[in-house]
C-alpha cells in the first residue's frame, strides 16, 4: 500500500470522528497559540524598550541607587542609600559645564480635573530635562529654570493624561488637581509610547521640587548625564563614579545607554524564552492527548487491522497509518493555533506592543508536527503488532 492511500485511509477514519478529532487537537492549538503569542508579547516589548531607550538621545549615563552588580546573595537591589539633590549639584558642581545633569523623580499620583478623574505617574526634573529626552510639543512649552528654583506648580501632560481629562479642548491655562495641589497646565505632548521611566503618554511632567513636594519626599529616582560627546561617555562614566564613591561607597549603580539597553536586552531575551517554554508544557500536554486517544483508536478498530492484515497489509503499513493519523492531528492543530496566536497578536496591538517572528511560528509549528510523530509511535506500532488471528476475535 502507496503513503497516499495511507493518507486517504487517515482522514476517512479522523472525519468519521469529528468532536474525538477536534478535541484531541484542542491541546495543539491552545499549545501552539500560546507560544506564538507569548514570544510575540515579549519580542515586542523588548523591542519597544530597545527602540524607547535609543529613542532617549544619545551620549546618556544613567546614575540609580543601589549596587545592580551585586545580584548573588549579597545585598542584591537593596537600596539603603537613595540618591538625593545632593549629589546632582555635586555632580553638577564637579563636572565640565558642557554635560547636562538631570536629576528625576517618579510617583504614582491621582489626577482631577472637574468630575474627570484618573491614576497616572509623576515625573519631575529641571530645565535640562528638554536638552535630554526627546519630546514632541503639540502645544505649550517646557518649564523654564525659574519655574524649578521656585518649585512653581505647572504641568506638562502625556497625551493620554490630556486626552482623558480634556477630550476634544486644549488643556493650556487650564488648572488640574494633582494629590490635592493645584497645577496650571502650560504644554501637552504628542503620543510617544512606553519609555526607561515608563509609559510617556500616561505621565505628567513639572518642575524637580514640585514633583517632590507632590509625592512627599526629597528621594531621586535616578540622575540622568548626557555627555557632551559619544567619545568621551567612557571617561564622564569613570569621573561620576569617583565623584559620588565618598559619599554613597558601593550604595549607586552608573550605566552608560549601551550597558543599560544591554541589561534590560538580556533580562527580556531570558523573560520571553521562559514565557514560550511554559507555553510548550501545553503542547506536551497536547501530546499526551494525542496518544491516548490513538491508542483508543487502536482498541476501537482492532477488528480492522485485523482484516486489513488478514488480506495482506504488513506491519509497517499498519504503523505508517496510525503515525499519519497523528501527524495529521498535531499539524492541523498546529496550522489553526498559528492562525490563532497571530490573530491574537495582532489584536493585542492596540493594549500591548507584540511582533510575532518567524521562528516562533517556526518552532512552535514543527515541534507540534513533532509532537505527533513521538506520541503517535507507540499506538501505532502497538497496532502494527497485532496477531491478523486474535484481532479478527476481538468484540
Do not use: C
Request: proline share 3%; aromatic share 6%.
Amino acid at each position: 500500500m502507496n503513503i497516499w492511500e495511507s493518507v486517504r485511509i487517515a482522514v476517512r477514519a479522523l472525519n468519521a470522528n469529528r468532536v474525538r478529532s477536534l478535541l484531541t487537537m484542542l491541546g495543539v492549538i491552545i499549545g501552539v497559540a500560546a507560544v506564538i503569542l507569548l514570544v510575540a508579547i515579549g519580542t515586542g516589548v523588548q523591542d519597544e524598550v530597545t527602540g524607547t531607550i535609543e529613542g532617549l538621545g544619545s551620549n546618556l549615563i544613567f546614575v540609580f541607587a543601589g549596587n545592580m552588580e551585586d545580584g548573588g546573595g549579597g545585598s542584591g537591589f537593596s537600596i539603603n542609600r537613595p540618591l538625593t539633590s545632593a549629589e546632582v549639584d555635586l555632580l553638577a558642581d564637579r563636572l565640565s559645564d558642557e554635560h547636562r545633569v538631570v536629576p528625576v523623580v517618579q510617583g504614582p499620583v491621582t489626577l482631577r480635573s472637574g468630575n474627570r478623574t484618573m491614576r497616572s505617574t509623576v515625573a519631575g526634573s529641571n530645565e535640562y530635562a528638554e536638552e535630554v529626552f526627546t519630546a514632541d510639543y503639540i502645544g505649550g512649552r517646557h518649564y523654564r529654570r525659574s519655574e524649578v528654583i521656585a518649585g512653581s506648580r505647572v504641568a506638562i501632560l502625556g497625551s493620554r493624561v490630556r486626552d482623558n481629562l480634556f477630550p476634544f479642548q486644549d488643556p493650556i491655562g487650564r488648572e488640574i488637581d494633582i494629590n490635592g495641589l493645584r497645577f496650571t497646565v502650560i504644554g501637552h505632548l504628542a503620543a510617544q509610547g512606553g519609555s526607561l521611566t515608563g509609559d510617556q503618554d500616561n505621565q505628567i511632567f513639572m518642575p524637580l521640587s514640585a514633583a517632590q513636594r507632590v509625592l512627599g519626599t526629597t528621594d531621586l529616582s535616578s540622575i540622568i548625564v548626557r555627555a557632551a560627546e559619544a567619545d568621551r561617555i567612557d571617561s564622564v562614566q569613570a569621573q561620576i563614579e569617583r565623584i559620588l564613591r565618598p559619599s554613597l561607597g558601593e550604595e549607586f549603580s552608573v550605566m552608560t545607554q549601551e550597558q543599560t539597553l544591554g541589561m534590560l536586552s538580556t533580562l527580556l531575551g531570558t523573560l520571553t524564552v521562559m514565557l514560550a517554554g511554559i507555553a510548550g508544557i501545553s503542547l506536551l500536554v497536547g501530546g499526551v492527548g494525542i496518544m491516548n486517544i490513538m491508542l483508543v483508536s487502536v482498541s476501537e478498530r482492532t477488528r480492522e487491522i485485523g482484516i486489513r492484515k488478514a488480506v495482506g497489509a504488513k506491519t509497517y503499513d499498519i504503523l505508517i497509518q496510525f503515525v499519519i493519523e497523528a501527524v495529521m492531528l498535531s499539524v492541523l492543530g498546529g496550522l489553526i493555533g498559528v492562525l490563532i496566536g497571530w490573530g491574537g497578536a495582532l489584536a493585542l496591538q492596540a493594549v500591548v506592543p507584540t511582533q510575532v517572528t518567524a521562528w516562533a511560528v517556526g518552532l512552535a509549528f514543527f515541534f507540534s508536527a513533532g509532537v505527533g510523530v513521538f506520541f503517535g509511535v507507540y499506538p501505532a506500532w502497538r497496532a502494527s503488532k497485532l496477531e491478523p488471528i486474535a484481532a479478527l476475535r476481538y468484540e
